[in-house]
T-cell receptor, first 119, second 111 residues
Framework: GAVVSQHPSRVICKSGTSVKIECRSL??????MFWYRQFPKQSLMLMAT?????????EQGVEKDKFLINHASLTLSTLTVTSAHPEDSSFYIC???????????????FGPGTRLLVL | QKEVEQNSGPLSVPEGAIASLNCTYS??????FFWYRQYSGKSPELIMS????GDKEDGRFTAQLNKASQYVSLLIRDSQPSDSATYLC???????????FGQGTILTVHP
């Protein structure tokens, strides 16, 4: 399968600080990446769709000013959690969409995730 | 009704048995279906994708799709303890690119 990396894998920060998470597709170009959040014992929750060269599309209830997404190149998307608070502590996972000749046979590959703890 | 629903589990099977995981979806226009495996504390890993009605086999895994019944399943033959994980069913509907995930089924394979 395709390789998607995330950095950092784990971060601990103080309340009120901002944290940037990077997501990279290592062996393919991804015009679209997705950011998910997962709380313990719950399923993945899509936060936003990141499109290269344009604004991200946020899911209902996700604050775009708090979760800043930038997709500046075909292999890199970043998520910045601004003014983080303890309730933002979660497992943040990105995925990158790998396209094929057939549009509905696209596949999403996930990064290893970033565990954020806000004290 | 949830958009993607999986059998609630947890599911426990003995080593060597067949594990059967089920998923139903509500968007009749859905075209792409995926099974991901997620180990505790890790991110999801793609196991199978299926796009057409019928069966698709890959090693010990078989995905089955029935669009008329809006049903997709995953069979794991010769289950191993290393198969113990949460299995996520994901469906791509008419919203371009977005996947909708089920709540996951926890599978435990005991020796």
């Amino acid at each position: 399968g395709a390789v998607v990396s995330q950095h950092p894998s784990r971060v601990i920060c103080k309340s009120g600080t901002s944290v940037k998470i990077e997501c990279r597709s290592l062996d393919f170009q991804a015009t679209t990446m997705f950011w998910y959040r997962q709380f313990p014992k719950q399923s993945l929750m899509l936060m936003a769709t990141s499109n290269e060269g344009s604004k991200a599309t946020y899911e209902q209830g996700v604050e775009k000013d708090k979760f800043l997404i930038n997709h500046a190149s075909l292999t890199l998307s970043t998520l910045t959690v601004t003014s983080a608070h303890p309730e933002d502590s979660s497992f943040y996972i990105c995925s990158a969409r790998r396209t094929s000749g057939n549009s509905f046979q696209e596949t999403q590959y996930f990064g290893p995730g970033t565990r954020l703890l806000v004290l | 009704q949830k958009e993607v629903e999986q059998n609630s589990g947890p599911l426990s099977v003995p080593e060597g048995a067949i594990a059967s995981l089920n998923c139903t979806y509500s968007d009749r226009g859905s075209q792409s279906f995926f099974w991901y495996r997620q180990y505790s504390g890790k991110s999801p890993e793609l196991i199978m994708s299926i796009y057409s009605n019928g069966d698709k086999e890959d090693g010990r895994f078989t995905a089955q799709l029935n669009k008329a019944s809006q049903y997709v399943s995953l069979l794991i033959r010769d289950s191993q303890p290393s198969d113990s994980a949460t299995y996520l069913c994901a469906v791509r509907g008419t919203s371009y690119g977005k996947l909708t995930f089920g709540q996951g089924t926890i599978l435990t394979v005991h020796p």
